[in-house]
């Protein structure tokens, strides 16, 4: 009976008075066989999870490993993001981060200066948008997924940074990343004029080399002696890759999984 089971309906009532009369082996064979495919639609999600998981470590692998352009950073931040949620579409958001430079650019001169279009973007994003660093639940793993950080304009400093990074790209601005122990900003690089280190976790706020070097050593007090802090303390403030900030977007999940025991 079981293997012509019909959907619901008159047929299944139908069958409920034909199995009624051997109601207790019934209900148990009924019992076993729901356990059986529930257990065998687990195994399938899970399946499907992998698969998932699979395909989109290919396309990260394809989009990490260019030679002859640079990586495209943003669309690696929303690969990573959908290795755990395959509902994120990846084009619709450069779209919508092509939408956000556009609504800045309207806004400016053909003829605008470099701190002309830094100032227009910390506007925008910050004030107008309301983008910030997320405090009162930093740990979430929401925080570092890029769609989620874009969706509810808050996020980790690397997640906000990368946001800024690609941003000031497509205005025609060389910001870069500089991974600080502990804490992740960025550095606008002009043509001419002075570099400087910007915390996009801190809605804009220009930081000073020293409080960078402060930071450093904050963080490396209780690892390295201050002498060894002071060799490799410019090292922190260097560049970092566009690998090195996609390894850390992923050293950071990781980490938040682990903190989960998932």
């Not at 107008?128 to 950080?149: I, K």
Request: charged share 35%.
């Amino acid at each position: 009976l079981l293997e012509k089971l019909p959907e619901a309906g008159p047929a299944q009532r139908a069958l409920v008075f034909k199995l009624a009369p051997e109601s207790d082996q019934a209900a148990d064979i009924l019992r076993r066989e729901a356990k059986a495919l529930e257990e065998k639609a687990k195994r399938i999600r899970e399946l499907a999870v992998a698969v998932h998981a699979r395909r989109v470590q290919e396309e990260l692998k394809k989009a990490v490993q260019v030679e002859d352009k640079p990586i495209d950073l943003m669309r690696v931040a929303l690969l990573i993001a959908r290795l755990d949620n395959d509902e994120v579409n990846v084009d619709g958001y450069l779209a919508q981060i092509d939408r956000m430079a556009r609504d800045i650019e309207t806004g400016l001169p053909k003829s605008a200066s470099e701190s002309a279009r830094l100032e227009a973007l910390n506007k925008h994003l910050f004030k107008e948008l309301g983008f910030h660093g997320s405090r009162s639940n930093y740990y979430s793993r929401s925080n570092g997924y890029m769609n989620e950080t874009i969706d509810d304009r808050e996020g980790l400093p690397i997640t906000m940074s990368v946001l800024y990074i690609e941003l000031a790209r497509r205005l025609k601005l060389n910001v870069v990343g500089v991974g600080l122990p502990g804490h992740f900003v960025v550095r606008h690089e002009p043509k001419t004029g002075d570099k400087q280190l910007i915390d996009v976790f801190d809605q804009g706020r220009v930081m000073s080399d020293d409080e960078a070097l402060g930071i450093i050593r904050s963080r490396l007090r209780g690892e390295m002696k201050p002498d060894e802090i002071r060799e490799i303390a410019d090292q922190f403030l260097e560049a970092s890759t566009p690998k090195a900030i996609v390894t850390r977007m992923l050293t950071n999940l990781r980490g938040m999984a682990e903190r989960e025991r998932d």
